[in-house]
């Protein structure tokens, strides 16, 4: 997925799996781009349903998302 593509995503109920098969199920309530993260990567925020904190997750960590209701 592009970049541009996960941002429209932002404010959405999201599913990531991650490259460890891992699923997150969460509102992307955060968008960094790759031009603002010193790895150069972009990354995207989740509230968790359920959990007290959220999760950050890189590009490079992201094997696929996608939109839920």
Not at 10 to 22: A, L, M, Q, S
């Amino acid at each position: 997925m592009s970049e541009m593509e996960a941002l429209k995503l932002f404010g959405t109920k999201i599913k990531i799996v991650d490259t460890d098969n891992r699923v997150w199920v969460g509102v992307m309530n955060f968008f960094e781009g790759s031009n603002d993260n010193e790895n150069g990567l972009f990354s995207v925020g989740l509230e968790l349903e359920g959990e007290e904190n959220g999760v950050e997750i890189y590009e490079n960590e992201i094997k696929s998302i996608e939109a839920i209701n």
